[in-house]
């Protein structure tokens, strides 16, 4: 029988006639389900398979490229939900803000901390075993005893938020770029706890700023990039850092700024193979358990060695 008179099918459309293969599966293929290759044409399932097997761009870091920064719009919408909240609800300021040790009378009022108090006294803060204050502060834009000036706070901080979070969250990659946010955040919070009077309430995103500012710097110099307008922008950053030690939580801008450098460091220069993401979770947990452990010390220095009730 001739070669040429036998009738072939798609082997997706049995009723439609087709003489063209798969150039990689060798299957007929009518003209819906034809894809353009560099030589000949594809059929669907290859098309898929080839897909899969394409590796995806990474940025230096490791992570996914993607031009979208989601990761900076859910944080800038977290901390504008949690603003509007303390509108509503202003006793959230004073239960979430970072406090490292304070005495609540019987009178409600607030005192001076100490490690032996009367029995109808009661601890408030970290020392008290509150240990999400160290996180949920960092949402938080109302001062306890400066409400007017939440508006203020969190309409600059949003805005750095944003100039550092498109900058930064691409280069990093979006689980990358929130391990750093949330770990600069914790040590903002820590050095506070550390170095200011354990009694001061403090609020803000400052710290978690500060460390994407760091971040910024490690990973332009990382990309070899211009220096100079990244350079003034540092500058501005380390005297803000001075101006703010008569304003607000020096401390908290200063802790950041230490975490977020030394974690994008090492997310920038982790060695390019198989090995980046381990020694970068590495990394991460080793400032985990630095924060964690100067945090238990200070707290145990505090009360003594015990937790009060």
Partial sequence: MDPESTV?????HPAVECRVRCTRCDRFICPDCMHEAAVGHHCPECVKEGARSVRRARTI????????????????ALNV?????ELVRPEIVDRFSMVGARLVGPDGGHYVYQSVFPGDFRAEGVVAGEWERMLTSAFLHLEPTEGTFGLLHIVLNMAGLWQLGRVVEPVLGRIRYAVLYVLAALGGS???????DPARSSVGASGAIFGLGAAYYVLARRLGADMAPVNRFLAFLLLWLLVSAGLTSWQGHLGGLLVGGAVAA????????????????GACAGVVVLLAVSAAVKVSEMTGGGIPQ
């Fill in 8 to 12: 072939t099918t798609c082997y997706r």
């Fill in 61 to 76: 870091a490791g992570g996914r490229v993607s031009a979208t920064p989601v990761v900076t719009c859910a944080l800038i």
């Fill in 81 to 85: 939900l949690a603003y509007l909240g």
């Fill in 190 to 196: 820590v050095l506070e706890l550390l170095l200011s």
């Fill in 266 to 281: 090492a997310f920038a220069y982790a060695p390019r193979d198989g090995r980046r993401t381990l020694v970068q979770a």
